[in-house]
């Protein structure tokens, strides 16, 4: 009798030791890793995305002097954008398209997002969505210095020959304002200047930074940026999603701490200036 109550009572221990445990075990346990108090959890993690870009814009999206690998503000941005969500790119990497072939897969869904100087426009919103915006820029008019064309500004373009990138900002202003102008419209912006150095065209409209970063990358180029900046505020740069993205959330809210903590300031300034 009494080895069976010892029995009895070692049990109890056994039992109350192990439900001890299990319950200390149950409260330092949670199914939200965001609710880490480590902090080091990322919303997207195993999150696996396409993600294009154009490859074609200096100094936003471009190729390295080896002509392979993909650098720019934008590649910064999409480093720094995985970094604070964890997320995976599919495939090979980022995808290079020009602008036309990258906003129609962007608005197909066949990519999830895509950053290359995006701007937000009426008529991409109806097949795409935006960011919020993380950088704003101008046009500008670009000529050879060596022709005689008397242009100025973007006020002196009537009756000349004005080049400009396919599906970009430049081509929708042209489109718009420019209807007493000869717009010639290039699938990629690099013909677009090559027009304008061997004087095929009279001008090249681009944004700013574009304009400016081509010249600085080209010290024997003829090209030179006449006027000011126009189109001010009509230009923001903007990550672009597929319709009815998941994480359209997690992203403005990444972007947002970006330019909180001075990440995309330093960004512009690094290429852009």
Known sequence: MKKHTQMSRCLALILAIVLTALMLAACGKTDDPAASPSGDAKPLTGVTLKIGTSGL?????YYADDGKTLIGYDLDLFAALQEKLGFTISGDGIQAMTYSALTTSVGQGKLDLAAAALCVTDERKEVMDFSDTYCDSGLAVMINKTASSGIT???SLAGKKVAVEKGTASHAYADKYLKD????????????????????VDAVIQDGPGCAFYIKTNPNTNAEIVGEEFNQGQSPYAVAFKKGFAYTDQFKTALAELQADGTLDRLYDKWCR
Do not use: C, M, R
Request: hydrophobic share 45%; no cysteine.
């Open 57 to 61: 814009f200096g100094p936003f999206s």
């Open 153 to 155: 500004g973007v006020d």
């Open 181 to 200: 102008a000869i717009v010639e419209v290039h699938d990629a912006i690099t013909t677009a200047y090559a027009s304008l150095e061997q004087n095929k």
